[in-house]
């Protein structure tokens, strides 16, 4: 399975899925779907790929263990932010009324897959 097909599988799944992104920790996208609307998931990612990283330190820091998930909500969307591996985070964008315990969990099939895909 190609990384666009589980990043468009993870956003069709999901009543209110955005977009998705598959990122290196450097910054730099994999790959990326966007569902019905435009959205610039890239951009997201880049930037919260830069929380991730210090969420981690501070999770190592603090001897709280490997950081797994991060979730932001804002007023208008929710970012659900997963680590595939060490080097690599899915960044999926839903829309503030979605069902996230069903993003959460598609997100986490999809870094499974992903990562299989990485090995």
Do not use: H, P, W
Not at 24 to 41: L, P
Not at 63 to 74: A, F, K, S
Not at 75 to 81: C, E, F, P, S, V
């Amino acid at each position: 399975m190609s990384f666009l097909e589980i990043l468009k599988e993870l956003v069709d799944g999901v009543a209110g899925g955005a977009a998705a992104t598959l990122m290196g920790m450097d910054g730099i996208a994999v790959n990326q779907y966007a569902g019905t609307q435009d959205y610039d998931v890239e951009t997201v990612g880049v930037e919260y790929g830069k929380v991730i990283d210090e969420i981690k330190n501070a999770s190592t820091l603090l001897n709280l263990g490997t950081v797994e998930e991060v979730m932001v909500t804002t007023a208008g969307m929710d970012l659900l932010l997963r680590m595939v591996s060490e080097e690599y985070y899915i960044a999926f964008v839903v829309k503030k009324d979605s069902n996230t315990g069903k993003a959460r969990f598609l997100l986490r099939k999809a870094a499974a897959k992903a990562a299989k895909e990485l090995r």
